[in-house]
């Protein structure tokens, strides 16, 4: 059994950048899963407190201006009328709106991510799993977007490199592209940045086509791969096996930071990815497995987003215990089914791994997988140049 740090508080429920009165729900659920499974108080886990990044901290990544924009905003939402807020990325109505006290929230997020970078680093063979609503990998050096304010893998990131990282790279597999820590680190050849998502018109951020990559000299340091909609287990493991895995051990990491999104999931309801539990399970082993062998196991886990109640909590404790190093059984304890029922006045699933598959049509699968499969070559074909 490995160590593994987990940095929560209960403010990091404040975050919650847009309409979604359901965020809170969802990630309250997934958290007491855990801990009514004894994942938070089992042997060489360590729940930890952590202070709210500062300014400081926050404009290493984020423009001072942004910064101080967004505590303006977040005294006083009303003034975000303007065109200067669209300008931010505050646009009423949209993904991520002004909202008092976003500043506060979102600077406990990045707290959290910079104090999981520090236990990691000090700690080879440590690893750091940090729950919703870290992940927050939508947000620019001068821009919110798609419910992220502050970039905290990003700032994760930065801390690695300021305790003396060489390299970092950033595994990014949730359903949706990981643009800002793309962009961010996009000149800087210290970071590798991969991420595998889904990618078709209208589907957001519309970015992350296979022909982004780095820039001139280090072509190398950004790979997409994107999947069409309804590619499952067999275009996103191969994605995994074929490009993330040999480009990490090429670059030769210090450490890992990756990004494991919940909405791959084919139950997710905003997303068209047909990943599976089983497919889940498999692609943490996977990453477990490449720290282990590339960085000392430095791993960095967030875990990012994720909309369906009933499987968020389920998929955590499948990355929780992934990054413990043990496998635990079927059960799930009969006072949170019993909650999560009367929250969501809908069953709740009887095992951890319940997962009666995807419900589309197998021919979309099939050919989500077979398209995936093209993006993949492509990619693979780009390592070596």
């Not at 600077?107 to 104090?115: F, I, M, S």
């Not at 304010?149 to 990282?165: F, M, P, R, S, W």
């Not at 494991?260 to 047909?274: C, S």
């Not at 699968?365 to 492509?378: H, P, Q």
Request: a negative charge.
């Amino acid at each position: 059994m490995s160590d593994v740090v987990v940095p929560w508080h209960s403010r990091l429920q404040a975050y919650n950048p847009s309409d979604d009165d359901e965020r809170p729900l969802r990630r309250g659920l997934a958290w007491d899963l855990l801990g009514q499974l004894g994942l938070l108080d089992a042997p060489r886990v360590s729940v930890v407190d952590f202070d709210a990044a500062d300014d400081a901290s926050l404009s290493r990544i984020h423009a001072p201006a942004y910064v101080r924009a967004v505590q303006q905003y977040s005294r006083d939402p009303r003034v975000a009328v303007g065109f200067e807020a669209t300008q931010w990325g505050f646009v009423a109505g949209h993904d991520t709106v002004p909202r008092a006290g976003m500043h506060d929230a979102a600077a406990n997020v990045c707290g959290a991510a910079v104090e999981a970078a520090r236990v990691v680093w000090a700690n080879p063979g440590t690893r750091a799993f940090g729950p919703a609503p870290l992940g927050l990998h939508h947000a620019f050096a001068n821009k919110a977007s798609g419910f992220c304010v502050y970039n905290d893998c990003a700032l994760a990131i930065q801390e690695l490199l300021d305790l003396g990282a060489d390299r970092v790279a950033y595994v990014d597999l949730d359903a949706h592209h990981g643009n800002g820590v793309q962009w961010i680190f996009h000149a800087d050849p210290r970071v590798l940045t991969i991420s595998v998502h889904e990618f078709v018109y209208g589907f957001f951020p519309g970015t992350g086509d296979v022909t982004e990559r780095g820039p001139a000299g280090t072509p190398g340091t950004a790979i997409n791969v994107p999947l069409p909609p309804f590619a499952g287990d067999v275009a996103y493991l191969a994605a995994i096996e074929r490009v993330v895995e040999p480009a990490v051990r090429a670059f030769v990491p210090d450490a890992l930071v990756v990004h494991l999104g919940a909405d791959v999931h084919h139950a997710d309801p905003y997303t068209h990815l047909q990943v599976t539990i089983a497919g889940l399970e498999e692609c943490y082993r996977r990453i477990v497995r490449l720290a282990d062998g590339v960085c000392d196991g430095r791993l960095l886990d967030t875990a990012g987003g994720g909309y369906n109640p009933t499987s968020l909590g389920r998929i955590w404790a499948l990355q929780l215990t992934a990054l413990m190093g043990v496998r635990i059984g079927d059960d799930l304890p009969d006072e949170w089914r019993r909650v999560a029922e009367q929250a969501l006045g809908q069953p709740a699933p009887t095992t951890l791994r319940e997962d009666p598959g995807p419900t589309c049509d197998i021919w979309q699968r099939e050919e989500g997988d077979r398209v995936g499969l093209l993006n993949v070559a492509r990619a693979e074909a780009l390592l070596d140049e």
